[in-house]
């Protein structure tokens, strides 16, 4: 009986107690659907389950091989997953003090002492000494202390690895952004082409009509004014498009000096995606599973500061053989030793563990404040980009009706120009008017696909099983 009861009271303290405070996420009130977008409703957290390939739904293949160099090749990405390693290894390390530290040793010597030692008998001893055993060191954690270390450690790692997936989501949608953007310059030049086209051969007709007497030197000056700017503008579009290229290269890791997109006119079309997903895709963000392990992370360290108020135990064990003649490991040449057993308490610091559980439980307050934030952020960009989605697509509606009238207007001023009905003033309005629509309509086109991706984005990425 005293046996068991030894071994019991020996479990209880190896197994000892937490001074960390009972961990409880701070409560959001999460609502039932999105202002923004009727029909999707709330879920359980999902943060757990693989984003998608979701820029497949675009039916890219250029864009799908963008994001495939990203992954392999971006900086930022190798960045945050060295980030990640780093956390896995500090985990690694304060898990290792759950565990004793056992060392073994070895030693082989001779040696000579002398015969007018203390206690000796005049005659000089030269003799080998053989010794091989190990030890075992081990801090009881009594309170806790280490087991909490190592559960913030490990909440950390988790935290890097939310924050790997949040920066490989944002990568691919900064990459899948700027691809969008250059494609919607790519339509915007070859509008501008067609138009200089139009213009030069409106100018030539200008001329021609001058010349015969029939248009007056102001005609000529307009439609040289337009062939200008619309020159102009093909510049002005083919600089933004190189910097839009060079950001390209700079996300996945190329050289802008290499790096080279062909230019092509198509149209990208929007994923959609189902009822229901969006609520369960932003419970997966991993910005916000990021906040919520940092914030059991900073709990856990409470109890490592509050657990520095008791004494700290360290058991010692010592073993092994030695001899000085024959056959080292017998059981005659055995020896070992218990202990010792310490125990330290410091008794006055002047305040400073009374500052640190301060300092803790500042420091889980400021995380439990970043956390609710992530989440009202979170809200606020899914409820943007919801939004952003819905009035694009009516402006995109009210845009092309503008584009298609001012483009018949810019026709029929030209034609009743050649009849002579109207003066060259009302085909530069017209052909203005027409032009700016157009462009208009593609810079709708262009965000409407960027509100795409920053949909996307906001709802932390789309599971596999809901690509288009």
């Given amino acids: 009986m005293q046996a068991k009861a030894s071994a019991a009271l020996i479990l209880a303290m190896l197994n000892g107690c937490s001074m960390a405070p009972d961990y409880r996420p701070p409560e959001m009130q999460v609502p039932a659907q999105f202002k923004e977008a009727e029909g999707w409703t709330a879920a359980q957290p999902m943060d757990h389950l693989p984003r998608g390939a979701w820029w497949e739904a675009f039916n890219d293949p250029v864009l799908n091989d963008l994001e495939k160099r990203a992954e392999e090749a971006s900086p930022t990405l190798s960045a945050a997953l060295a980030r990640y390693d780093q956390a896995r290894a500090i985990a690694g390390i304060d898990e290792a003090d759950l565990y004793p530290s056992i060392v073994a040793a070895g030693e082989a010597s001779r040696r000579r002492v002398s015969g007018n030692r203390p206690l000796g008998n005049g005659t000089p001893q030269t003799y080998s000494d053989y010794v091989v055993g190990g030890a075992l060191d081990y801090e009881l954690d009594l309170w806790g202390s280490i087991r909490n270390s190592a559960r913030a450690s490990r909440a950390n790692a988790a935290a890097s690895a939310a924050d790997l997936a949040s920066a490989r989501l944002s990568l691919q949608a900064q990459v899948a952004d700027a691809y969008v953007r250059l494609r919607g310059l790519d339509a915007e030049a070859e509008l501008l082409r067609q138009t200089v086209t139009a213009f030069e051969r409106a100018h030539e007709l200008t001329v021609k009509r001058h010349r015969g007497g029939i248009a007056s030197s102001i005609d000529v000056n307009r439609a040289k004014t337009v062939l200008g700017n619309a020159r102009a503008q093909v510049s002005a579009v083919a600089n933004e498009r190189a910097a839009t290229e060079h950001k390209i290269a700079a996300l996945i890791g190329a050289l802008a000096s290499d790096f080279r997109i062909e230019a092509q006119v198509q149209s990208l079309v929007a994923p959609s995606l189902p009822a229901g997903v969006p609520s369960e895709l932003l419970q997966r963000r991993p910005d916000v599973a990021a906040a919520e392990r940092r914030m059991f992370a900073a709990n856990a360290r ?29 059981t005659p040449n055995s020896f070992w030793g218990l202990g010792p057993l310490s125990a330290v308490a410091t008794l006055f610091d002047g305040g400073r563990r009374s500052a640190q559980v301060r300092l803790s439980r500042a420091d889980y307050d400021e995380l439990a404040a970043n956390y609710r934030d992530t989440v009202l952020t979170a809200f606020r960009q899914v409820e943007d980009a919801l939004a952003a989605n819905r009035h694009l697509a009516a402006q995109a509606v009210d845009q092309r009706s503008a584009a298609e009238a001012a483009g018949r207007t810019s026709k029929l001023a030209m034609s009743r120009y050649r009849d002579g009905a109207w003066d060259y003033l009302a085909v530069v309005t017209a052909q203005t008017d027409a032009l700016d629509a157009q462009r208009a309509l593609l810079v709708v086109e262009t965000q409407r696909m960027r509100a795409s991706v920053a949909l996307i984005r906001a709802l932390g990425g789309t599971p596999a099983d809901t690509r288009a």
């Avoid at 500061?305 to 010692?316: E, I, M």
Wanted: no cysteine; glycine share 18%.
């Fill in 302 to 330: 409470i109890g490592v500061a509050r657990a520095a108020f008791f004494p700290s135990l360290t058991l010692g064990l010592s073993g092994g053989w030695e001899t000085t003649n024959g056959a080292l490991l017998k």
